[in-house]
């Protein structure tokens, strides 16, 4: 099955960049999906289609895809940005949607 | 506002079976495709199936299928996944979602409800 893997942890300073990478096989073939989640809240979708923001999400957030590698953009960090971050794509191979492993974004 | 609310979850013995709902309002809920994702206590997000706006297609993650059915009711703006022959792993949040396109399954959600618990326990 197709598996995406992610960075356990990402820690940044606040006003400073950052990068949360999602990296399977051929990534950039398929459109990408990220998620926010915050401790006992639901997941937040914040950036789709690789690239695209939903209403409401600020500029702030950014994607990219291409390769192997798809990467979620975090500028000007803010400490409300704490969370964990979710990739997701849908396989359709195996007809089976994936989530990445997660990576919590600790702002110093 | 587009809400999205969960019920049904609790405690259940091993092998046992539940039925999870989900009620929409805020939106046309026929018009979109809806999915179940669940969270392990202190683990990630794991897809469990979607459904069509229409129900007319279905699909399942590899750990449930043959196990849970999900379906709707346009009628009643409700959600359903029926859980059978539940296992330790299944213990989790359980969460709804709206699919974010119209007519046809996109496979990114836009819309969470809050969760609701399953704990499988003897």
Not at chain 2, 47 to 56: F, N, P
Request: some cysteine; aromatic content about 10%; overall charge neutral.
């Amino acid at each position: 099955s197709y598996v995406l893997t992610q960075p356990p942890s990402v820690s940044v300073a606040p006003g400073q960049t950052a990068r949360i990478t999602c990296g399977g096989n051929n990534i950039g073939s398929k459109s990408v999906h990220w998620y926010q989640q915050k401790p006992g809240q639901a997941p937040v979708l914040v950036v789709y289609d690789d690239s695209d923001r939903p209403s409401g999400i600020p500029e702030r957030f950014s994607g990219s895809n291409s390769g192997n590698t798809a990467t979620l953009t975090i500028s000007r960090v803010e400490a409300g940005d704490e969370a964990d971050y979710y990739c997701q794509v849908w396989d359709s191979s195996s007809a089976l949607c994936v989530f990445g492993t997660g990576t919590k974004v600790t702002v110093l | 506002q587009v809400q999205l609310v969960e019920s049904g979850g609790g405690v259940v013995q091993p092998g046992r079976s539940l039925r999870l709902s989900c009620a929409a309002s805020g939106f046309t809920f026929s018009s979109y495709g809806m999915h179940w994702v669940r969270q392990a206590p202190g683990k990630g997000l794991e897809w469990v199936a979607v459904i069509s706006y229409d129900g007319s297609n279905k699909y399942y993650a590899d750990s449930v299928k043959g196990r849970f059915t999900i379906s709707r009711d346009n009628s009643k703006n409700t959600l359903y996944l029926q859980m059978n022959s539940l296992r330790a792993e299944d213990t989790a949040v359980y969460y709804c979602a709206k699919d974010q396109a119209a007519m046809v399954i996109q496979f990114r959600m836009d819309v969470w409800g809050q969760g609701t618990t399953v704990t499988v326990s003897s």
